[in-house]
């Protein structure tokens, strides 16, 4: 039996979510890690869903500085996984694309991520199983809203 919402005390609510939320990324983090920071994994992720982007673009889609997300991007490049073009209507921009291997890498670190947790998935009860999906529609009506 749940509480109705006006009874819930939505700041620990907020808190417990923020948790949980936090650890699960960290140990999804762990699962799809090959090699990565975390900001340069996203960036990568980015580049690939997004690109090509400019600097500027990268920086701002990643919510981060400049100097920042060229320290990502040389990294990124050392590795062969991204490069940098010149944009072909103004030469004085410079666009991130991802290479093959860049793509090839963060299809694998996604598989690892999703089969860890669809293990983690196999140990629930169909009616767990059912209370999360409904959970999750709630999570990505929030993000949608906080798009608004």
Do not use: F
Not at 51 to 75: F, M, N, Q, R, W
Not at 94 to 115: F, Y
């Amino acid at each position: 039996m749940s509480l109705p919402a006006s009874a819930i005390d939505r700041a620990r609510l907020a808190l417990r979510l923020r948790l949980v939320v936090t650890r699960l990324n960290r140990h999804l983090g762990g699962q799809g890690d090959l090699g990565l920071t975390p900001t340069a994994q996203s960036a990568l992720a980015a580049v690939v869903g997004h690109g090509p982007l400019s600097l500027g673009e990268l920086a701002d889609h990643e919510g981060v500085k400049p100097p920042t997300i060229t320290a990502t991007v040389a990294g990124l490049e050392a590795q062969g996984l991204i490069r940098r073009e010149s944009d072909p209507t103004d030469r004085r921009v410079v666009r991130i694309t991802a290479t093959q291997r860049g793509r090839l890498w963060l299809l694998r670190s996604r598989t690892r991520t999703t089969e860890y947790l669809a293990r983690r998935l196999q140990t629930l009860g169909e009616l767990d199983l059912a209370r999360l999906e409904a959970g999750l529609e709630v999570l990505e009506q929030l993000l949608e809203e906080g798009r608004a």
